[in-house]
């Protein structure tokens, strides 16, 4: 059974008045473990598809199903705990990095859980080239790229099983962009998986991409062409050992959550 | 209480209008624009201001608990009209939202003071009980306004970082947060300021109105100073109601923000 999945999914906005479509009959299967792209022409309606996909956009029809289970057996706040879209303009609260990366246990939906002590915190910015930047940094004093990374990471420390991240590598220099491909894949373990839109060359980090086109998705499996794939070359989980501090942040397993 | 007021005849009343002009033949002369404005503005209060004491001559000789319940209704409808119409951003459901705000804060408000603080007899007696709502509730007309104006332009400001928080799983309320504390602060500021103000800078129009009419100044003061408290007292909570009324209109029932290009 697949991690995540998505059924017939419709979508249309309204444009004067008008509803004009934009995803007809959508389809898609995400396995545990696995790293997925989704590519397509601007204003295909990739981001409008993670938006359906982390219930943020109104869906004309289709269902959403997270290890079996319907998405609308959770309160939405819970699912979008489970299902974490990263837009892409990252928006960092004002206040210290700290505050930025903790701010998930500030919300209702982790009431009761602890955030993550420094320590954990700082070895997770290390692992994304921030090792130079303290937690407690005021936000207005980090690069554009280095606010991209804060707001990647403050996603990625609630340990969510399904990431759904929208060109969060748009902003980020090459050499930034293989350090979040790396974290992403060293995130993904046999309880995660990550959809990400990406307009740069195949990271080789993906096991197949999706493309949107016409409303319409197909996919491919990634062809081992080693051509590019740079960021995955001596790519070891085993250097993100440290993640496993962040283990106990993963919400409870679909069941034994919180359901209305 | 009346004896003390000097009753301005009809002949100075006109006479008086005559400074309007001088505003009026600045505008024209300078082409400002602001002639018609100035004209209007003059002749509605005029004719309001005078309409009012006519009113309130029939009011308070045929006085029943239903007539004053009335003319208090009245001054409810035509507060949100004017509070609403003063709000730029496009809000469905805003008037029921604000029509009970300012129902119920000038009401509760105005009877706790009415009645527990002046003793007005009969209870329902239109010469406390109209002024008084009637101050309260011109300060939290202006007072909505301004807090929903800022609330709604500050949510927009924030539609960003509101979409992070809501993809993190908060929930509409966490997400607006800082906007409703923005806009309360912004609706709360002239009432805090006119009282720090107050004695110092402006005699307020209430004390003032007393001390024309002759009243000891401290009895004056004394008036004055329980007002403001209501005043204070009435506009937050009217901003408070009003603001957490409105705020989820802007919400889709699963509780994210309806930025620009999802309000079709």
Request: aromatic share 6%; glycine share 8%.
């Amino acid at each position: 059974m697949p991690l995540f999945s998505v059924e017939h999914l419709s979508v249309s906005y309204s444009r004067d008045g008008q509803a004009v479509p934009l995803l007809n009959d959508v389809g898609l299967e995400l396995e545990a473990g696995s790293v997925y792209d989704l590519v397509g022409p601007s204003g295909a309606g990739k981001s409008t598809l993670l938006r359906a996909c982390a219930l943020m956009m109104e869906r004309s029809s289709g269902e959403l199903y997270l290890d079996g289970v319907p998405s609308s057996s959770f309160k939405p706040s819970e699912w979008r705990r489970r299902v974490c879209l990263v837009p892409q303009q990252a928006s960092l609260v004002a206040g210290t990095v700290r505050d930025n990366l903790r701010l998930p246990w500030t919300l209702k939906v982790n009431a009761g859980e602890r955030p993550p002590a420094d320590e954990a915190l700082a070895r997770m910015l290390a692992l994304a080239e921030l090792a130079d930047v303290e937690l407690g940094r005021d936000v207005s004093q980090l690069s554009g790229g280095q606010a991209a990374r804060v707001a990647l990471l403050r996603a990625f420390a609630t340990r969510p099983p399904v990431m759904l991240l929208d060109e969060v590598d748009a902003a980020l220099d090459d050499e930034s962009a293989c350090a979040i491909g790396r974290l992403t894949k060293a995130l993904v373990d046999e309880r995660t998986t990550c959809l990400r839109i990406r307009h740069r060359a195949a990271d080789g980090f993906a096991s197949g991409s999706f493309e949107l086109r016409d409303g319409r998705l197909a996919y491919a499996d990634a062809a081992i062409a080693a051509d590019g794939a740079s960021c995955a070359e001596g790519f070891d989980p085993a250097d993100y050992a440290a993640l496993q501090d962040l283990a106990s942040e993963r919400p409870a397993a679909v069941g034994e959550g919180e359901r209305p | 209480m009346s004896g003390g007021v000097v009753d301005i005849g009809y002949v100075e009343l006109f006479a008086a209008s005559a400074l309007m002009l001088v505003a009026g033949l600045v505008s024209w002369k300078l082409e400002l624009g602001q002639t018609r404005r100035i004209a209007v503005s003059s002749v509605r209060c005029f004719v309001q201001l005078l309409a009012a004491g006519f009113l309130l001559t029939y009011l308070f000789e045929f006085q029943t608990w239903w007539l004053v319940g009335l003319v208090l209704a009245g001054m409810v409808i035509a507060a949100t009209q004017i509070a609403t119409s003063r709000v730029k951003n496009r809000i469905p459901g805003l008037v029921p939202s604000v029509f009970v705000s300012l129902l119920v804060s000038s009401t509760a408000i105005g009877f706790i003071v009415v009645e527990g603080v002046i003793h007005a007899d009969p209870w329902f007696n239109a010469r406390q009980v109209v002024p008084i709502v009637g101050m309260i509730m011109g300060n939290a007309m202006s007072s909505v306004a301004v807090a929903i104006d800022r609330l709604f332009s500050d949510m927009d400001a924030r539609a960003n970082e509101m979409f992070s928080l809501v993809a993190l799983g908060a929930s509409p309320g966490e997400a607006a947060a800082p906007s409703l504390k923005a806009a309360i602060g912004a609706g709360m500021t002239p009432v805090l300021a006119n009282m720090s103000a107050a004695g110092i800078v402006t005699f307020p129009g209430m004390m003032t109105g007393q001390l024309l009419a002759g009243a000891d100044p401290v009895a004056a003061a004394k008036y004055q100073i329980v007002v403001m408290l209501m005043l204070s007292a009435a506009n937050t909570v009217a901003i408070v109601m009003a603001s957490y009324l409105t705020y989820r209109k802007r919400f889709s029932p699963d509780g994210y923000y309806l930025d620009k290009g999802l309000r079709g």
